[in-house]
């Protein structure tokens, strides 16, 4: 076998929906067939979804895990699958199942857990132990999964310095702003350091809080990327690798033999069994080249997490308030777009200080983009409401009370709409808002799903931009974009009122909230 042609199945899973996840897998294991793929390789822990977090506290969660692995080696006559899957042994493990022609052959248990940021796997796994080395033909395949790979020595160095002539690398590998610049480096070093084709599937779709972009890639022996699949889409990538090819890269490059020598004493070599020639495979299928841009990519993150969070949860229908505003009208955008105009509901809750501008601005939105808009006003609420408490408040110049007693009465019209109806409330906030405490406990704050929570305000107007241009068919009003933020909480309001603009807060908050700088370096670096 001079030539191998493989296939990364970069699927949309469910965490816990194990009957969905094996028909997903499925379908992709008969296109690959269908395609003449040899191996076919899906995301970390596919077939549980990703992250489980404390359902692998569960035994019953890893016996599914294992009835459901099972269930997908039957599915693989004729080729070889490695398939992510959480294992119970003596411990849990975060493992990666071989399934060849009809049988589960091997397993390959991750090494290097991740316990930072959005990743807790030293709480629910053990490290693993040991290589794995598939001989499939003349081909020799190294198995890794996700942290494997990001440091320059362990598992994959070891299995480089073995002779694999492929090392398959699954990953749950979540998204966030420029992300494909890191992975490219990164992966592109490891191929060429140890001369070995690197193929590269990652998982897609949003689950809770996290996005995943797929961005699957294959990378030859030199670096170079070979194929690279779609970004936040479902896919089958397939690309013939020449083994040959992969010989001749490491007889040029001197590199591996000044590195230690010997096969590794953790290689565990699995030889598989001979599988019955086929006729030629068919053409690969017709592939575009991957043009990264990342605003486009943050608003795409945007679409598909709203959309799984939805679908994943059950809710076929949202609710957004509109205040004429860029935040709402922003999330209000990305909603049509995850779930189509027709699940999509905009509420007016106007008070005595929401200008005329604003109130038509909600209106000509609801109307580009095609959705149905109510009108709630809540002046009869706020009126009752102040005369309600002002005994005990008095009769003092109204303030930050009074202004956030509008938000909270906002707040119950739309979650009565959503109790009533079974809507998701979406809430509009961004993230500067929330990081300085511009916004309101119970009541903007309310809702189900905050679609900007990760978007400081100066992206907001960046996105909004990018989504009127995207096809040439705006759906944000221009007024919308070119009108100062206000709150419109009390008469002439701006947010600056309270807030420093925009494009000097966001800087600051960067700094401050991910980057973890003191004040002195902020003042020292010329912030005021």
């Known amino acids: 076998m001079s030539r191998l042609r493989i296939g990364l199945a ?8 194990f009957a969905a996840n094996v028909k997903l897998m499925s379908g992709m294991l008969m296109d690959a067939r269908d395609l003449g793929v040899d191996v076919v390789a899906f995301p970390e822990l596919a077939v549980c979804g990703y992250p489980p977090e404390d359902l692998l506290l569960r035994p019953s969660f890893a016996e599914a895990n294992r009835a459901a692995v099972e269930e997908l080696a039957a599915e693989t006559h004729g080729l070889t699958a490695i398939v992510g899957f959480a294992e119970r042994e003596l411990d849990m493990h975060n493992a990666a199942a071989v399934l060849h022609d009809g049988e589960w052959v091997a397993t390959y248990r991750k090494q290097r857990l991740p316990n930072y940021g959005v990743f807790d796997e030293l709480r629910y796994f053990q490290p693993g132990r040991g290589e794995v080395c598939l001989h499939r033909g003349d081909a020799r395949i190294g198995i890794s999964i996700c942290e494997d790979i990001w440091l320059p020595d362990g598992p994959v160095a070891r299995l480089g310095r073995a002779g694999v002539d492929l090392v398959v690398n699954i990953n749950a590998s979540p998204y966030h702003r420029s992300k494909w610049r890191e992975r490219h480096r990164m992966l592109a070093t490891r191929a060429s350091d140890y001369g070995v084709v690197l193929a590269y599937v990652n998982l897609v779709g949003g689950q809770d809080e996290l996005v995943f972009d797929g961005d699957s890639m294959v990378f030859g022996p030199d670096g170079e990327v070979l194929a690279e699949a779609k970004l936040f889409r479902e896919d089958l990538l397939v690309c013939d690798v020449e083994l040959e090819q992969v010989f001749r890269a490491r007889l040029h490059d001197p590199r591996r033999r000044h590195a230690r020598s010997g096969e590794p004493r953790t290689l565990h070599r699995v030889v598989l069994s001979p599988i019955e020639p086929r006729p030629e495979p068919p053409p690969l ?71 005329e501008g604003s109130r038509s601005d909600a209106q000509e939105l609801a109307d580009l983009l095609g959705i149905r808009m109510l009108t709630i006003p809540i002046e009869p609420v706020f009126q009752a409401m102040l005369d309600t408490l002002a005994p005990v408040l008095g009769d003092g110049a109204h303030g930050v009370t009074e202004e956030n007693l509008q938000s909270r009465i906002r707040g119950n019209p739309l979650m009565a ?112």
Request: glycine content about 8%.
């Open 285 to 355: 299928p017709a592939t575009h080249p991957v043009v990264h841009d990342d605003t486009a990519e943050t608003y795409e993150a945007l679409v598909l997490g709203t959309r799984d969070y939805m679908r994943k949860n059950g809710f076929e229908h949202v609710v957004i308030g509109l205040s004429g505003g860029i935040d709402s009208s922003l999330v209000a955008a990305v909603a049509v777009d995850a779930l189509g105009a027709d699940r999509v509901t905009g509420v007016s809750l106007p008070s005595r200080y929401s200008s």
């Open 417 to 528: 709409l959503s109790n009533r109806f079974g809507w998701l409330l979406l809430t509009t906030g961004n993230k500067s808002e929330v990081a300085t405490g511009y916004a309101t406990l119970y009541g903007d704050m309310a809702g189900g799903f905050a679609v900007l929570k990760d978007v400081p305000k100066t992206m907001v107007y960046e996105l909004s931009v990018y989504r009127n241009a995207r096809d040439g068919k705006p759906v944000i009003p221009q007024s919308v974009i070119d009108k100062p933020p206000s709150a419109e909480l009390r008469p002439d309001q701006k947010d600056t009122d309270s807030l420093p603009p925009y494009d000097i807060l966001d800087p600051i908050l960067e700094r401050y909230v991910e980057d973890d700088w003191s004040v002195r370096e902020l003042v020292a670096a010329g912030h005021d």
């Open 10 to 17: 970069q699927v949309n899973t469910t965490v816990g929906d």
